[in-house]
Nanobody, 115 residues
Framework: VQLQASGGGLVQAGGSLRLSCAASGSTFSINAIGWYRQAPGKQRELVAA???????NYADSVKGRFTISRDNAKNTVYLQMNSLKPEDTAVYYCNSKPWTTFGSWGQGTQVTVSS
């Protein structure tokens, strides 16, 4: 499965962005998918995940502000990010959860939140 994240950009604090993760491969719909992020000098972290059946979970830092969803017919997972903060600045990636199921990381998409 190959994954391509898109939708990042520069936004002011308090603004919103919607990320998309488009996947190729027939096994996408049967796997849990996560959105991960990596800020400069920090480890990559999981911020949101969605199971094949649609159950979701979030890191405490984004709970109530981010919403993950999926459209299996389109092999796409979304991350709606509202009330963005400067500390949300990072490169955002999508991958399976756990990431070792699909293994390889795509390019990611840069999100920059200005104060």
């Amino acid at each position: 499965v190959q994954l391509q994240a898109s939708g990042g950009g520069l936004v002011q604090a308090g603004g919103s962005l919607r990320l998309s993760c488009a996947a190729s491969g027939s096994t996408f719909s049967i796997n849990a998918i996560g959105w991960y992020r990596q800020a400069p000098g920090k480890q990559r972290e999981l911020v949101a995940a969605i199971s094949s059946g649609g159950s979701t979970n979030y890191a405490d830092s984004v709970k109530g502000r981010f919403t993950i969803s999926r459209d299996n017919a389109k092999n796409t997972v979304y991350l709606q990010m509202n009330s963005l903060k400067p500390e949300d600045t990072a490169v955002y990636y999508c991958n399976s959860k756990p990431w070792t199921t699909f293994g390889s990381w795509g390019q990611g998409t840069q999100v920059t939140v200005s104060s």
